[in-house]
Structures are given as C-alpha cells and as structure tokens.
C-alpha cells in the first residue's frame, strides 16, 4: 500500500465476516501493513449499514435512528413554517433517507421495516401538525406517499423495468 501512497485509515476501516449458518463464530482478524483488523458485526459502506446475518436490522436503526432526529429537528420549527414549506423539509430531509438503498430490503418481512413505516406515519402527522394517535392513512394519500413497503416493491419493479426495456443505465442492462 505503501508504494501506491495509499495508507490504512483504522477509523475507517471495518472487517465483515459472514459466516455460513452451521459454523461456529471464529474471531478472525487480519494484518494489513502491521495494522490489525478485526471482524466486526457490522460495517457501513456508502452509508449502508451491512450486517454479518445480512438481516439489515442494523441498517434500518440507524435509518430510523437519523430520521427520528430530523423529524425532531423540523418539529421544533414547526410553528414558523406553512405546511408546504414542512413538506418539501420532510421530502428533501426524511424520504430520501427512507428510499436510499431501500431496495436491498426487498424480501425482509414487514415486521422488520416497521421502525421506517413508523417514521413515515410520524412524518406525514408532522406536515399537517396532528396530533400522535390520528389515523394516518388519509394523510399518506393527500400526500401522495405510498407505505414503505409499496416504495421497496415499486423502485424493485421500476428497476426490473428499466432493465427488460434496455431504457436504463447500461449498468442495469443485461
């Protein structure tokens, strides 16, 4: 590394092992350059939280996480913005971290997208300023939004689109 000027950042720098079901849990490192890197149970790449049961339950805290610090943020300007103004805040701020990577999480059961669904309903009471217990249902088609994992199933089948019509990327292309 050393002769390409390329030197290891121990801050940065995560080891993920995924081991097979059956075998046992092996502490694992590796030396690179007289640095030791040791496995970890999970690592972040492009801001996606990887996990070593590739379950994304962290990917999805941290998602949640973040976007319940946002929409607390936002809350706390509430009262100086119009309700326009408050969506386009949570659209820009909040949505396109719950649409980022979200088609990775494709084939998880409901129950573990729940934490990010949560944080859409609690993002659409924010834009019309209700109150916690109001149904959210009718705000989610006021706002055009659809549940999260309608976005999951609708950005897969668009990919899968744009890819059988060769109109995509030339990545996407097969």
């Keep these: 590394m050393a002769s390409h000027h390329l030197k290891l950042s121990h801050d940065k720098t995560e080891l993920l092992f995924m081991p097979y079901k059956t075998s046992p849990l092996q502490d694992l490192s590796i030396t690179i350059d007289g640095t030791t890197v040791t496995a970890s149970r999970s690592a972040r790449n492009l801001e996606m939280v990887l996990d070593d049961q590739l379950d994304f339950k962290e990917h999805i805290r941290a998602t949640a996480r973040s976007c319940r ?97 060769r109109s995509g990327p030339s990545n996407y292309r097969t």
């Design 69 to 165: 610090f946002l929409l607390y943020n936002i809350r706390r300007n509430r009262p100086y913005l119009t309700t326009h103004s408050t969506q386009l805040l949570v659209q820009t701020m909040v949505t396109s971290r719950l649409d980022y990577c979200n088609s990775l999480l494709a084939s998880l059961p409901a129950c573990t997208i729940l934490p990010l669904q949560l944080v859409q309903n609690t993002a659409a009471r924010l834009v019309f300023n209700l109150p916690k217990f109001s149904h959210v249902t009718p705000l989610l088609r006021s706002l055009h939004w659809l549940p999260v994992v309608a976005r999951i199933r609708f950005k897969v089948l668009t990919l899968a689109y744009t890819a059988a019509k």
